[in-house]
C-alpha cells in the first residue's frame, strides 16, 4: 500500500479536511474566519503571517490556514499549499480598484502544482457595503469561467453579519467529502 493510499485512510478515519484561506489584503479572510467559528470581531487587525483554528463542523475537522494578503506577504503563500483540500479566495467586492491584481494573484495560485485539485471557494464579501460587485459582476471581472482545472463556486457573503457564509463553507466541505472520503 503506496504512502498515499495510508494518509488517505487516516484521513478518511479523522474526516479531517486542510482548507486554506487567502485574498488580497483586508478582503475580510480573518473576519470571516473568526465569524463562523462564532468569535468576536470587533477587534481584527491585518494579519501578519498566519491564523490556524481546527474547527468540527458537520462531524467533520476543518484544519483553517488564515494567510496573510499583503504583497509583502504573497510570496510566502506557497509554504502552505501542502497537502490543501479546499482553497478559499475572499474577496472585497466593494474594492473596485484593485479587482485586476485580485484576477491576477487567483489564477496565479491556480496553476500551482500543489493546490491541484483542490475545490475552489470564492467568497464575494461586503456584499453588505454600498457599491460592492454583485456575485455575477464578479465572475465576469474575474474571469471564473475558465478555471477548467478546479471545481468552483462563488457564493455571496457579510462576513461582519455572517449571512451566507454557511452556504459556501458548506459547498466546499460537501465537494471536498465527494472527493476525498467515501461517504457511508
Not at 92 to 99: E, G, V
Request: proline share 1%; aromatic share 8%; glycine share 6%.
Amino acid at each position: 500500500m503506496g504512502f498515499l493510499s495510508v494518509l488517505r485512510k487516516m484521513k478518511q478515519k479523522e474526516k479531517e479536511m486542510r482548507i486554506l484561506i487567502l485574498g488580497l489584503d483586508n478582503a475580510g479572510k480573518t473576519t470571516i474566519l473568526k465569524r463562523f467559528n462564532g468569535e468576536d470581531i470587533d477587534t481584527i487587525s491585518p494579519t501578519l503571517g498566519f491564523n490556524i483554528k481546527t474547527l468540527e463542523h458537520r462531524n467533520f475537522k476543518l484544519n483553517m490556514w488564515d494567510v496573510g494578503g499583503q504583497k509583502s506577504l504573497r510570496s510566502y503563500w506557497r509554504n502552505y499549499f501542502e497537502c490543501t483540500d479546499g482553497l478559499i479566495w475572499v474577496v472585497d467586492s466593494a474594492d473596485r480598484r484593485r479587482m485586476q491584481d485580485c484576477k491576477n494573484e487567483l489564477h496565479k495560485l491556480l496553476l500551482e502544482e500543489r493546490l491541484a485539485g483542490a475545490t475552489l471557494l470564492i467568497f464575494a464579501n461586503k456584499q453588505d457595503l454600498p457599491g460592492a460587485c454583485s456575485a455575477e459582476e464578479l465572475q465576469e471581472i474575474l474571469e471564473l469561467n475558465l478555471i477548467k482545472t478546479h471545481h468552483w463556486q462563488i457564493v455571496w457573503c457579510s462576513a461582519v453579519t455572517g449571512e451566507n457564509l454557511l452556504k459556501g463553507i458548506d459547498w466546499l466541505i460537501n465537494d471536498i467529502a465527494v472527493r476525498i472520503f467515501t461517504l457511508d
